[in-house]
């Protein structure tokens, strides 16, 4: 059984103050003890988090790191190990922000995801296509590229600790959100091409769904059988929306 992971990612928000108060709420949170929790504050705020966390069994993850995974001379870059000795377990790599506005490449994303894993931290993979490529039909061309371009590069034994999100770029805040049959045949799919390399390894890896989640269509999304849970962008920001979508993946 996988058991089911909502992380919500915070992007780039958040103050002092507002991240208390969101701490502040979460620890208000009646969260269920089935579902795997974090969070993805900025790297500023990873350390606040982290403290202000303790014990509820939420954790802590980052949006971004270095291709490099140790420190060095990389002015405004943060390495996986730095995550990983303030106190992160998971590292998003790949999020269609970073592909799409920073230009970041399948090359880049398949150092940075082997990066978070050397320093033993868990990378969440964002694979998913712009409208433009759903229209022309290449939905399924486009997230099995971004996906193999990892498997071809560090075998299929790099995703027994790793995560998979499937985000549709057309879906990303703007309040369209994918079906949940549409997501499920993208699911499936993401799990058929890992499947063809190691059926125990597709079967227990967790493929979360991200785009314009909120709990008013969290628990439809996550019932599908494909689906493990979900990256929560902007209904993360709000603590009781936050956690009645970790709620709806609970049993
Ligand atoms: P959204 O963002 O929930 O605001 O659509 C999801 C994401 O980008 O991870």
């Not at 694979?127 to 971004?146: C, I, W, Y």
């Not at 990303?172 to 390399?197: D, K, N």
């Amino acid at each position: 059984m996988r058991r089911p992971l909502v992380a919500g990612n915070w992007k780039m928000h958040g103050t002092r103050a507002s991240v208390a108060e969101l701490i502040n709420g979460l620890r208000q949170q009646v969260l269920p003890a089935d579902v795997e929790i974090a969070v993805f504050p900025c790297s500023l705020h990873i350390a606040e988090v982290f403290g202000g966390l303790v014990g509820t069994g939420v954790t802590v993850g980052a949006q971004d790191c270095a291709v490099d995974p140790e420190q060095g001379a990389l002015t405004g870059e943060v390495a996986a190990s730095q995550l990983q000795d303030v106190g992160c377990a998971l590292v998003l790599v790949g999020h269609s922000e970073r592909r799409l506005l920073l230009g970041e490449t399948d090359a880049e994303v398949v150092r940075k995801f082997a990066a978070v894993q050397s320093c033993g931290l868990t990378p969440l993979l964002c694979v998913g296509e712009t409208l433009a490529q759903r229209e022309a039909g290449k939905t399924l061309d486009v997230v099995g590229a971004q996906l193999a371009s990892v498997v071809e590069a560090l075998g299929i034994e790099a995703f027994i600790r790793a995560v998979v999100a499937y985000e549709p770029v057309w879906a990303i805040g703007s309040g369209l959100t994918a079906s949940p049959e549409q997501a499920q045949q993208v699911h499936a799919a993401i799990r058929a091409q890992l499947a063809a390399q190691s059926a125990e390894v597709a079967c227990a890896v967790r493929i979360l769904y991200g785009g314009s989640v909120k709990a008013a269509n969290a628990a439809e999304l996550f019932g599908m059988p494909d689906i493990d849970g979900g990256l929560v962008g902007g209904a993360s920001l709000n603590a009781d929306e936050f956690g009645a979508i970790c709620r709806a993946a609970g049993s």
